[in-house]
């Protein structure tokens, strides 16, 4: 493997990863047009942040441990297809949107993980 594809290999899922956060951490904005107190809105942002926490925190086990990310950001697409199934917003396009970039980060969190060896060796 050449060496601009190996890197390319292996930066490719951290950065979409941080993107994908980054995307998720604007639906938190919301809650600063509800008209609410400086606590109870701090309160809700926070809440809001949730999913960006865990992303982030996967990220984190992620960068040395691929197969792990691999496995859990499949499965956090996995599991948002899962819950929104029957809900109003259970469309393809939202399915493509929300979980086709932690499915996406999986996948190549698991390349990653499978060629190692070669992406380690004279980076």
Known sequence: ???PLKRLLYWTPRVLCIVFAAFISIFAADVFGEGRGFWQTA???LMHLIPTFLIV???V???RREWIGGI???L???L???WAWDKPF???STFLMIAGPPVLTGALFLLNWRYRAELRAGS
Do not use: N
């Open 90 to 92: 259970g469309i393809w």
């Open 43 to 45: 309160l809700a942002f």
């Open 80 to 82: 948002y297809i899962v």
């Open 76 to 78: 956090l697409g996995v």
């Open 57 to 59: 925190a996967i990220l």
């Open 61 to 63: 086990v992620s960068w």
């Open 1 to 3: 493997m050449e060496r």
């Open 72 to 74: 859990l950001f499949i």
